[in-house]
């Protein structure tokens, strides 16, 4: 593979397929968009099977500077970048099914827009150079703009407007802040920069500028409320997409920037992180309890999940980092399964409102049972996806500070109280609208959608080491990278001696 | 030595005789000629063009340092060439069609190419001014170019009034300057500022700074801006947006560098202020427009601002940065207007609400998509080519420790997004409004689409070559001047 550009590839394909969207009818642009996709899954795939694991840090490296002396044209991915690759790439397939019978008009630019996402949000991930991260990161908002106010619902132009500003907004200042970082490290390379040691004093204003960007894409409280906005408005594959991807990107951005670039400023607002995401765990569940609205339900538990995404990353610990990586990822498919999931009774009855289901483990018993799933991840049952990453993002967070950790805790307990009420409102009982009680159950195109994110929900809980492994290193070196200026928690957790057992050395070697 | 002085300004001579050959032709051939005169003035401006000195050496100055034909006045001359070209190409298939195109214009923009290259070349102040002058009288003209129009004859007498008045403070600095200092040669006018600023010369410099400000439009001085946009005929409005924006700036940038170099921390803070000003006022007043023209000329004022900050920064980078951000504005502007050039209703006539935009992309997607791209583009909005100027001039701001002014004049930037994105959101979310006419005129349709490409993510392609002629350009005015 080597000198190939397989990364570049996969960038343009998505864009190719977008421009031949434009040129055909609707029918042909969905099967475009749909071979476009899985043809981009089967690359990203590819792409799994030959990263090497334990391998170097950046691989696939690409650098071409064709854009005079200000940036480059590189691209790279280590494990981290990889599963959030993985992540897109195989979310997008379901949203173009997703919206196969949902969008009906002007559909060659729905999936264009779809594409051009595609290759943005992977264009992030694979970033290299900073301004070339920046340039995509915020992008985004073009492509996610139309979408929110074309295909939206209602009151569909002020969430879009509302979602744009609001972004725009944050990452503004994280570009100046990216402008000194350069003109003081002299250099725009990712890699460069996440060993530059930039000045103590500097480095609370730069985390700052970086956190109003990445609080806002994340979202964080007290800066999500474009979200819910957002997410109620947005058609459905629209909503896996932000809720899938975009918001990782807040999440990617503390992980490859705030942390590793500035540790003593991560180090010193730590508190400050770390009492976020415990009012957001708290407070947005509290919010999420008495929605009639089943988008917006979801939308704030999607705060309260990030907020788990905070606080591991946050705690400066290995497991919390691991742990805040596993909850985007199983958050990415379980509140894009979710969003599917009301998408699904939405385009039979076309309202979200709670109060007009009821009982559909009657008549739809096949979607009883995938919305059961989905909720047990959600919620974070052990055997599912959710739990692991939860788990461990609590534990990384109990070393930092017991208190968070307590009440982080009780999220899961309120995450549990809302996702049950709101199964036991749609599923049990009786219908409480006769259009309810007729619904058909699940096509095969729906099946289609759902097995896929279930399998590997099922997976990512019952062996996270697959999705563990080609990350662990990257995490070693980030956890190195910020030890010095770790601060000491209040746990005072010190290591037991467990006796080593051969299986130990067994495990490690792992599938990749 | 006069013919060497003759050969530096060989361009302007070009440009000046063809005008008068073609005032003749005018004379004689009438309107009928109009086409014909149109092709020949683009053909001129091509060629002058070539004739530039400073394109690949360092170029020369002439009649004893009073113009430059140097590297910066050729980078800001070839564009202007352009942006005067391709207006003109506009405007023949715009009035072209009602049998309307009167043989005086490519004349007047001729001649008003001619004082614009003056102003940039100027190295004295009296230079400038009569460079400045020639360029207004031809703009003047132009404003109210449908004499038959009352808004374009109120266009024309507003500017008129309030040019003149920004022309006389200029004069009033330029006499302050010259009392003080003892020179017009912005060298020698240097040299007399080194010995720190006397009170006298700080009110010379903040005249003459009023005045220009007034002629790039930047607030507090940008009240004409509106008026005349609105009022000109559409391909008049185009080419007042391009090159004489540029020509404006450039010539200020020549001024503040080479004349006052010395007092760079002075006029730093008046270029801070308005830079700042204008950002937020060509915002805010833009979110209320219902006239597209209104609505480009606030557009104007708000870009301006921006590319002050990088005039702020007082450093080759910023300079060149000041350069860049202009070219680019330049090309998404007119884009914009070539767009604003296809809204006729079925009648054949112009409309300029942006209420009969709604729903563009249903009627006409192409014209709709591009309109798209400027409007993102002029928000600067990645990955549009038009978030990489704003880039270079933050960047520029950043690198002269002027961290805090990119970062309030990037905050402001968001507002400016707002008008811009509802300018998206009429034509691609509301539902369609009566069509336009559909346009038969290729030469505009190319124009469009390059500059609709030009500004695309292939723009970035052009990051490179661009960069470096405008450091060259920048870095002609610190190393003759400073």
């Not at chain 1, 980092?321 to 909850?327: E, M, R, S």
């Not at chain 1, 047990?376 to 052990?382: F, K, N, Y």
């Not at chain 2, 701001?397 to 507002?415: E, G, K």
């Amino acid at each position: 593979m080597a000198g190939f550009p397989i990364l570049s590839v996969i960038l343009a394909l998505p864009v190719i397929g977008a421009v031949a969207c434009l040129l055909t009818n609707a029918k042909g642009a969905r099967w475009v968009a749909l071979i476009t996709t899985l043809v981009t899954f089967a690359l990203c795939i590819g792409l799994w099977l030959n990263f090497e694991v334990g391998g170097p840090q950046w691989q696939f490296a690409e650098n071409v500077p064709i854009f005079g002396r200000y940036f480059a044209w590189a691209l790279g991915i280590d494990g981290i970048a990889l599963m959030l690759i993985m992540l897109t790439a195989f979310l997008m397939p379901i949203c173009i099914a997703a919206s196969w019978e949902a969008i009906l008009n002007r559909v060659p630019e729905y999936m264009a827009c779809f594409l051009v996402m595609e290759t943005l949000m992977l264009g992030v991930f694979m970033a290299q150079d900073i301004f070339l991260f920046y340039v995509l990161f915020e992008s985004t908002l073009v492509p996610m703009y139309l979408i929110i106010g074309i295909w939206g619902g209602a009151d569909r132009i002020y969430a879009a407007y509302k979602f744009f500003l609001y972004t725009l907004l944050g990452s503004v200042l994280m570009l100046v802040a990216m402008l000194w970082m350069v003109n003081y490290a002299h250099t725009t390379s990712i890699p460069e920069l996440l060993v530059t040691d930039f000045p103590p004093e500097a480095q609370t204003l730069l985390f700052l500028a970086f956190l109003a960007s990445f609080a806002v894409k994340l979202p964080m409280w007290p800066v999500h409320t474009w979200l819910p906005d957002a997410h109620v408005q947005a058609p459905t594959a629209g909503s896996v997409i932000l809720a899938g991807v975009l918001l990782k990107l807040g999440g990617y951005g503390f992980v490859r920037f705030s942390l590793p670039m500035f540790p003593d400023a991560s180090a010193q607002l730590h508190w400050l992180m770390l009492g976020l995401a415990m009012v957001a765990v708290v407070y947005t569940s509290l919010v999420a309890l008495v929605q009639e609205d089943m988008k917006k339900l979801i939308a704030y538990s999607s705060v309260a999940h990030m907020a788990f995404v905070t606080a591991g990353v946050f705690s400066f610990s290995p497991q919390g980092i691991d742990g805040a990586l596993i909850v985007m990822l199983s958050h990415g498919l379980v509140s894009g399964a979710l969003f599917l999931i009301v998408g699904v009774v939405y385009d039979r009855m076309h309202t979200r409102e709670i109060a007009k289901y009821g009982g559909l483990a009657n008549n739809m018993p096949g979607y009883a049972l995938v919305f059961m799933l989905f909720t047990m991840a959600s919620v974070g049952l052990p055997g599912t996806s959710g739990f692991v990453g939860e788990f461990l993002a609590l534990v990384g967070s109990y070393q930092a500070s017991s208190w968070a950790a307590l009440v982080l805790t009780t999220g899961i307990i309120l995450g549990a109280a809302y996702m049950l009420l709101l199964y036991w409102q749609m599923a049990f009982g009786t219908a409480r609208t006769s259009e309810a009680a007729a619904m058909p159950d699940l096509s095969w195109r729906e099946w289609a959608m759902f097995a896929p994110i279930a399998a590997v929900v099922l997976w990512m809980g019952v062996y996270p080491e697959s999705f563990l492994a080609p990350m662990r290193d990257d995490v070693a070196v980030l956890v190195e990278r910020i030890a010095s200026s770790a601060p000491a928690g209040d746990a005072q957790v010190t290591p037991g001696h467990p006796a080593p057992s051969a299986a130990a050395a067994h495990e490690g070697e792992g599938t990749h | 030595m006069l013919a060497h002085d003759l050969f530096i300004v060989l361009p302007e001579e070009v440009l000046a005789l063809s005008g008068i050959v073609l005032m003749l032709v005018a004379a004689w051939a009438g309107d009928r000629a109009g086409k014909v005169a149109t092709w020949l003035a683009v053909l001129v401006l091509v060629a002058a063009a070539f004739l530039l000195p400073g394109i690949g050496d360092a170029g020369d100055t002439a009649f004893s340092g009073m113009f430059a034909g140097d590297s910066f006045a050729a980078f800001a001359k070839v564009v202007i060439y352009a942006a005067a070209g391709a207006s003109l190409l506009a405007a023949a298939g715009w009035f072209g069609r009602a049998g309307d195109l009167k043989v005086e214009l490519p004349v007047l923009v001729l001649f008003a190419a001619v004082g614009m290259g003056i102003m940039v070349s100027a190295t004295d102040l009296l230079t400038l001014y009569v460079g400045l002058e020639l360029q207004n009288l031809a703009l003047y003209v132009l404003a109210a170019f449908r004499r038959d129009d009352t808004r374009s004859a109120e266009a024309g007498l507003k500017y008129f009034v309030l040019s003149a008045l920004a022309s006389g403070l200029v004069l009033y600095g330029i006499s302050l300057l010259y009392g003080f200092t003892g020179s017009t040669l912005f060298g020698d006018v240097a040299a007399g500022l080194a010995d720190g600023l006397s009170t006298g010369e700080l009110f010379g410099l903040v005249f003459l700074l009023a005045g220009l400000a007034f002629k790039i439009s930047a607030v507090p001085f940008h009240m004409w801006a509106p008026d005349v946009y609105q009022g000109a005929p559409t391909p008049i409005t185009a080419f007042f947006a391009t090159a004489p924006k540029l020509a404006a700036m450039a010539m200020i940038a020549r001024v503040l560098v080479e004349a006052t170099g010395p007092a760079t921390e002075s006029w730093r803070q008046m270029i801070i202020f308005m830079a700042l000003a204008s950002t937020v006022l060509g915002g805010v007043a833009a979110i209320a427009q219902k006239n597209i023209k209104r609505l480009l000329a606030y557009s104007s004022i708000n870009n301006v601002g921006f590319a002050l900050v990088g005039l702020a920064a007082g450093t080759p980078d910023g300079v060149a940065a000041v350069l860049f951000y202009m070219t680019v504005y330049i090309v998404m502007t007119f884009g914009a207007f070539l767009i604003v050039l296809r809204m006729r209703d079925q009648d054949g006539q112009p409309i300029e609400t942006i209420a009969s935009l709604a729903g563009l992309a249903r009627t006409r997607p192409w014209m709709a998509f591009g309109m798209m791209i400027f409007m993102f583009s002029l928000a600067g909005i990645p990955p549009l080519f038009g978030f990489w100027p704003k880039f270079v001039v933050f960047n520029a701001a950043v690198a002269a420790d002027l961290t805090w002014l990119a970062a309030v004049a990037i905050a402001t930037s968001v507002i400016s997004a707002f008008y811009y994105i509802m300018i998206v959101k009429t034509m691609f979310f509301d539902d369609p409004a009566p069509a336009y006419a559909p346009t038969r005129d290729p030469v505009t349709a190319v124009l469009a689409v390059a500059a609709a490409l030009f500004v695309s993510p292939l723009g970035y392609l052009a990051i490179g070559p661009l960069d470096y002629a405008t450091t060259i350009a920048a870095d002609t005015l610190f190393t003759t001047g400073g």
